[in-house]
């Protein structure tokens, strides 16, 4: 008998070349002409970048009246949220639009969030603020990636940044949070540096494997994730050398950031999230460059401990599964996969110059701090201390 799960609602999709042409269209299920009044949400410069700019400009004006735009240029903080909502509440914004890179995404769907109400958007912030939820009420969002990693379009979470000694990383959550709409368009994809789609689509993977390896998976989940898996596995290389410019491989990463936001939401996230967490309230290191740095090092390390404590868990077996898939070689032993699918990931992690946690000024005297503030979450299996330790030793 199949035991049961829940699955969380996803958004509607849009996904191919050539889509963006739909966005005035799906404004105006919104309000029509005049009535729609629209705030749209970008980054500093990835739309100049891909040549786009003027092209997303004359398609929002064709779906409404643009009354503003805010650019994103890191990840959106609780002073930034509360000031966009300030300065654009009194305009009767009914309808916002994200276009950028994760952190856009998660600040279109924040000011979305709190342009309907009149506090700070702290109070509502999981483990720091007031402990207040969220009614759900928001204004109409729509999310518009240009960049394939965080998987942010598809959750009903924003995540919100405050860097310092007493920094945080926390998210805003609601299920009616999440987008009304997802356009994902190649043609808006292809211009993302190779050093951001690196550690992007190494954040993707991430979030594939941990759902697919955590104890709160369905059968549901695995499905979506593992064909996520597969597709990154296949396109994550050529999208940061050859493949940069073919649409197709970009839609592809695309399609499995989106698939990894799904099977997060579905499934939860293993212990290298759980780092993310301190690890980007301290120090000013991108989400995608935490998770790309340690997640060979984390896998390296659960496969360890699954194989000393617990070989018949059924991570194993679908660690073994991905390491064939990777290798494409038959008639292995299920060591030989699993030690492959570490091996090939440190590969990834060396060829893509995946930065270091070092250069982002973190020390051997910062690990108590960061670990105190750690759990294991949906980890396959429950790490200790040290093996948690020697992880972040790995990538300093």
């Known amino acids: 008998m199949m035991n049961p799960f829940n699955f969380a609602k996803v958004p509607p999709l849009y996904l191919g070349q050539g889509k963006l042409q739909l966005l005035p269209q799906l404004m105006q299920s919104y309000g029509r002409g005049e009535s729609l009044r629209v705030l749209w949400v970008t980054g500093k410069s990835s739309l100049q970048k891909s040549g786009q700019e003027a092209r997303v400009e004359s398609l929002l004006g064709q779906g409404g009246e643009v009354v503003g735009r805010v650019f994103c240029e890191q990840e959106p903080t609780t002073e930034w949220i509360d000031h966009c909502c300030e300065t654009y509440r009194p305009q009767q914004i009914n309808l916002v639009v994200g276009i950028g890179g994760g952190s856009v995404i998660d600040a279109g769907k924040a000011i979305s969030a709190m342009l309907p109400h009149e506090n700070s958007i702290f109070d509502h912030l999981e483990g720091v603020g007031k402990g207040i939820p969220h009614s759900g009420i928001k204004?109409?969002?729509?999310?518009?990636?240009?960049?394939?990693?965080?998987?942010s379009e598809a959750t009903k979470n924003a995540v919100i940044s405050q860097v310092g000694p007493q920094g945080y990383k926390k998210s805003l959550r609601h299920d009616h949070l999440i987008p009304d709409g997802v356009i994902i368009d190649g043609d808006l994809l292809t211009s993302c540096p190779?050093?951001?789609?690196a550690s992007c689509g190494m954040d993707a993977f991430t979030q594939l494997l941990e759902p697919y390896l955590s104890p709160t998976a369905s059968p549901l989940s695995d499905v979506l994730a593992w064909s996520g898996l597969k597709i990154i596995s296949r396109n994550l290389l050529k999208?940061?050398?050859?493949?940069?410019q073919d649409p197709q491989v970009r839609e592809s990463m695309a399609y499995a950031s989106f698939l990894s936001g799904v099977a997060l939401a579905n499934a939860g996230l293993g212990i290298v999230h759980a780092l993310?967490?301190?690890?980007?309230?301290?120090f000013p290191i991108p989400h995608g460059v935490i998770c790309g740095t340690l997640m060979a090092a984390a896998v390296r390390v659960n496969w360890q401990a699954l194989q000393n404590r617990d070989p018949?868990?059924?991570?194993?077996?679908?660690?073994?599964?991905?390491?064939?898939w990777m290798s494409q070689e038959e008639g292995k032993s299920p060591g030989y996969y699993g030690d492959f699918l570490v091996q090939e990931l440190e590969n990834w992690t060396e060829q893509l110059k995946i930065p270091r946690l070092g250069e982002y000024g973190v020390t051997e005297g910062d690990l108590g701090r960061i670990l105190a503030q750690t759990t294991n979450r949906n980890n396959p299996i429950a790490l200790n201390f040290g093996e948690i330790q020697e992880l972040l030793q790995a990538r300093l």
């Open 139 to 151: 204004v109409p969002y729509l999310a518009i990636p240009t960049t394939s990693g965080t998987g």
């Open 194 to 197: 190779p050093e951001i789609t």
């Open 239 to 244: 999208a940061c050398g050859e493949g940069a």
């Open 276 to 282: 993310a967490s301190p690890l980007g309230g301290y």
């Open 312 to 324: 018949h868990h059924p991570a194993v077996g679908k660690m073994v599964q991905l390491g064939q």
